[in-house]
């Protein structure tokens, strides 16, 4: 037989849903609930989603939400005995996606020129 394998790990794996990479890691709900808690404060000046996501500081070393996420999905699991299902890059994707979509835009803030991360948020990748 010459015919190709199907290789679901480069011909577009299913995306799981965020309900189920949940299931399988519920630190990403609680992750979720945490982004949704963010509000953008109208009494404030401004307000910077990707502050919120990259973390504070010149090194971005102050507790961004994307590093948690990256605690939890994505390669980078592979190693720490989770589950497989967590460490595929649409995993990451997913996971990436719902809880930084989850954060309010951005207003008045320093990353106007950040138009491709706005753009890459608003692709409807959920
Ligand atoms: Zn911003």
Redesign the pocket.
Known sequence: MRNVPQNTATQGPQRPSFEQLARLEPRLSALLLKAQAIKDDPAKESF????RWYGYGAGHQEGGLRAEVEELVGWAVEDRGSDPRLSTSAAYDVAYHTIYNALPD?RN???VG?DELIQARRGGQR
């Open positions: 910077c989603a990707n502050q951005c803030c320093a990353c950040f």
